[in-house]
């Protein structure tokens, strides 16, 4: 009988409040960027994705000018 005491899972109630204490407990080790710092960084990821947005538009065009060409020329 002292065995199924030792088996027998927590409620789930008791296992919600241990994430939730995990949870709290591990986000206070968590060091948060600066306004500046997260200002900065959008900045950076918004120049990146003109940029690629740029890129792909441009690889778009050229490979659709090809196919254009290919078209006519055949057609």
């Known amino acids: 009988m002292s065995q199924d ?3 027998k899972k927590p409620g789930i109630g008791t296992r ?5 204490r995990g949870l709290i407990s591990e986000l206070k ?5 600066s306004r500046s710092q997260i200002m900065n960084n959008t900045w950076v990821v ?14 778009d065009y ?10 006519n020329v055949v057609g």
């Open 62 to 71: 050229v490979a659709g000018t090809i196919v254009r060409t290919l078209i």
């Open 29 to 33: 080790k968590v060091t948060w960027p």
């Open 16 to 20: 919600i409040v241990k994430w939730f």
């Open 5 to 7: 005491k030792k088996d």
């Open 46 to 59: 918004l120049v990146v994705m003109g940029v690629c947005a740029v890129a792909i538009w441009g690889f």
